[in-house]
């Protein structure tokens, strides 16, 4: 190694090394046995789980390097699976057509020999052109399909995490996500990058059909009925980590544009106890669950009920991000001691309700986040916003893409202005001298922050005079 290395002080040589890429930084733990050993703490932070045999086996490797494991905080599991749906070959061959326009559509080449993405080397993927190579595939989609089943019936996947995370004494954060591709999100805690395992577990499956995401319907067929999701997969996860992970503080459910099933809570009594023992521990929670109105049915209000009470056990929770239709109903009543930052995203909200929960937190609540969020019945935004500005203090609200009855009845749309944004914000954080007060406004984002006072000094000489 060259004399300007070898010297360097270890703490510089541990900032260089962590701001490499990670292939970057396979290369340079190559160099020598010091660089080998500080980087990798920077190797593997994130390990990733799926009810694969391919993907466990990677997990349990990771946990067996004495080096890697020890350095991994975050856990992601793949909540994607094979469609039992897509059993007969009837169904494949048919979502097998779909796929294969829909990949045209989205500027990927269909040669004589392969299917591939333009910047894909053609020899990775299979072969999609005739009905010999739809029969290959439905063949490998089979007996991976087998495989999931058996691995969710036989329970192996809980005992891999089991195994696995035993050796993972560090795991602060654990991801459930069925996309992991690049999408907006309107709630601005972020989930992570996770762009590079798409193309990887694709790779890994080796099938144009890959695991299909929650809800996913536009690969079937329109006759076909919906089936309920498989949730032992993500339940076993849980009682994995509420066994395992002491240290766990963030919990993310979902994304955007997923559609979590809310029936992962719904366990048996022991196990319910066991999934409500992880909210305990959790200082941020960011769930986008469907769920609906407490009034459908009787299974719809067991399933909130079920969610309520996992909420209801959070009580260190600083951080609570809801990403979907209907969240406000599980939140009524509810009360988070140490609750600093809320935001709302994608979803309907009654005014009462909303009134209700930030008044229930006005002593702690200091960040305000409301993104894409429909004010039902006949009061809108601005009056709404003047009363929660008589009791909350909040140091910052953000709101985006805001809608209201009101609005729509009055214009026909019911999305208010950035001036209406601007103006609801202002009410919000009426408490706020305005030379404290800063506003920020783009289309479609109105962000309103309390700044710090400025700083007098006093000559000390002429104070004592």
């Excluded at 691995?151 to 602060?172: M, S, V, W």
């Excluded at 032992?232 to 994995?240: E, H, P, S, V, W």
């Excluded at 009855?405 to 209406?420: A, C």
Aim: glycine content about 6%; charged content about 25%.
């Amino acid at each position: 190694m060259g004399a300007q290395t070898k010297d360097l002080p270890a703490e510089l040589l541990v900032e260089i090394l962590r701001c490499l890429p990670k292939f970057d930084l396979k290369s340079a733990r190559l160099t020598c046995i010091q660089w080998g050993s500080i980087g990798a703490q920077w190797l593997f932070e994130r390990v990733y789980f799926a009810p694969r045999k391919a993907a466990m086996q990677t997990f349990l490797n990771i946990a067996n390097n004495v080096i890697f494991s020890k350095n991994v905080n975050e856990l992601v599991y793949d909540g994607r699976l094979f469609a039992p749906q897509l059993e007969a070959y009837r169904p494949y061959r048919t979502a097998y057509g779909r796929v294969i326009r829909q990949r045209q559509q989205h500027g990927f080449h269909i040669g004589k020999d392969d299917w591939y993405p333009i910047d894909a080397h053609p020899g990775r993927h299979p072969r999609l052109n005739d009905e010999v190579n739809a029969a290959t595939s439905f063949a490998h989609h089979t007996r991976l399909l087998d495989q999931q089943q058996n691995i969710l019936h036989g329970r192996e996947d809980y005992q891999a995490l089991c195994r696995g995370l035993e050796k993972f004494p560090n795991i602060t954060k654990v991801v459930i996500l069925d996309t992991f591709s690049q999408f907006p999100d309107y709630i601005s805690i972020s989930c992570g990058d996770h762009l590079w395992y798409e193309p990887r577990s694709a790779n890994e499956v080796g099938l144009a059909i890959a695991p299909v995401r929650w809800r996913e319907k536009h690969i079937f067929d329109d006759n076909e009925p919906e089936l309920p999701w498989d949730v032992r997969g993500i339940q076993n996860l849980i009682l994995a980590v509420a066994s395992h992970c002491e240290k766990i503080r963030e919990l993310y459910i979902g994304s955007q544009t997923s559609f979590p099933p809310l029936t992962i809570f719904r366990m048996p009594e022991h196990d319910l106890a066991n999934a409500c023992a992880i909210t305990r521990r959790l200082i941020c929670l960011k769930i986008s669950c469907y769920t609906p109105r407490m009034d459908v049915d009787e299974e719809d209000i067991e399933l909130s009920s079920c969610l309520h009470r996992v909420l209801s056990e959070a009580k260190q929770l600083q951080v609570l991000a809801s990403n979907k239709n209907h969240v406000d109903d599980p939140f009524v009543g509810q009360y988070w001691p140490c609750l600093t930052t809320l935001e709302l995203g994608v979803c309907c909200v009654f005014p009462s309700n909303l009134r209700e929960i930030t008044r229930a937190h006005t002593d702690t609540l200091r960040e305000l986040g409301l993104r894409n969020v429909y004010l039902e019945g006949d009061e809108g935004w601005e009056s709404l916003g003047i009363e929660m500005g008589q009791f909350l203090k909040l140091h910052c609200i953000t709101l985006g893409s805001l809608a209201d009855q009101v609005t729509e009845d009055q214009i026909g749309s019911p999305y208010i202005t950035n001036e209406g944004m601007l103006a609801t914000a202002c009410n919000v954080m009426q408490w706020v001298p305005r030379g404290r007060l800063q506003l920020e406004k783009e289309e479609g984002l109105v962000n309103a922050r309390l700044i710090a006072a400025p700083v007098l000094s006093v000559d000390l000489d002429e104070q004592m005079e």
